[in-house]
């Protein structure tokens, strides 16, 4: 088996879209050689993690909508209400929605929407609970598929299941590190052109993966020695920000590739 990318989009557009154009783009690709990525076994811890690592995304996403929603709601309340929720943090509002108590004598408008907020209040707290038994599950499982990986400094259960997870339960299929770190959309691309040589950004791979090096880099230039040193004596040489955090990408790239699970 191989992985054939998405069809050409310039074909596509003048092809149109249908099932059996794309079954004929991608058996050419098959037959010609251009589709020669292994495809992802799905079929050992990595493969747990992705599940988990979904279900916990959907759990952070719909708590984010929820908590928006009761600040929302506590803004365009009743006056009595509105003054029960003021200057309550962020951290105790979706407590402090899910412990008031409607009542019908209250009138319909305050009645409704203290259910309304009592509602999305335990929402918030039941996904805290689901998304606790979530977060144990990851620990468990991404400390055993790749404790090295979690012992590299800035790399947590969040950021190693977001590599794992780019890698598959078969690494090997990973034919080399530069090949990882393109994966990982930190490979610069050429964009050279007559006597002019330059390297535009990879706005391409896995854009999970690409967040975790990312979150890598934030830890330790706020925290790493050595990174602090070279992101001083970079700016120095007349480099900006952005350019020091994409070189940087880069080598995490290559150091993470080394602590992969591999055969």
């Not at 991608?26 to 050689?33: P, S, T, Y």
């Not at 708590?63 to 009595?80: E, G, V």
């Not at 230039?221 to 920000?241: C, F, H, I, N, P």
Request: charged share 30%.
């Amino acid at each position: 088996m191989v992985e054939v990318d998405r069809p050409n989009r310039q074909a596509r557009h003048r092809q149109g879209k249908t099932d059996t154009v794309d079954a004929i783009e991608a058996a050419r690709a098959a037959q010609g050689g251009r589709a020669l990525g292994a495809p992802k076994t799905r079929d050992g811890n990595v493969e747990a993690i992705r599940a988990l690592v979904v279900a916990r995304r959907s759990a952070r996403d719909t708590k984010i909508k929820t908590m928006n929603q009761i600040r929302h709601l506590s803004f365009t309340a009743p006056d009595q209400l509105r003054q029960r929720l003021s200057g309550v943090s962020r951290r105790c509002l979706a407590k402090k929605a899910a412990s008031l108590r409607p009542r019908s004598e209250q009138g319909p408008v305050v009645f409704a929407t203290t259910t309304a907020l009592r509602a999305l209040g335990r929402r918030v707290v039941s996904l805290d609970e689901e998304a606790k038994e979530l977060d144990e599950l990851l620990d468990e499982l991404v400390a055993k598929t790749a404790p090295e990986l979690l012992a590299l400094y800035g790399v947590g259960t969040g950021t190693a299941a977001a590599l794992l997870v780019a890698t598959g339960d078969n690494p090997d299929r990973l034919r080399s590190e530069p090949a990882w770190a393109h994966l990982c959309g930190v490979a610069p691309i050429e964009a050279s052109s007559g006597k002019v040589k330059r390297y535009r950004l990879n706005r391409g791979g896995d854009r999970q993966a690409n967040a975790a090096l990312w979150r890598v880099v934030i830890t330790r230039m706020s925290s790493d020695l050595r990174t602090q040193a070279y992101v001083a004596r970079r700016t120095e040489e007349g480099l900006t920000k952005g350019e020091i955090i994409r070189v940087l990408k880069r080598y995490v790239a290559r150091e993470v590739y080394h602590y992969l699970k591999r055969p």
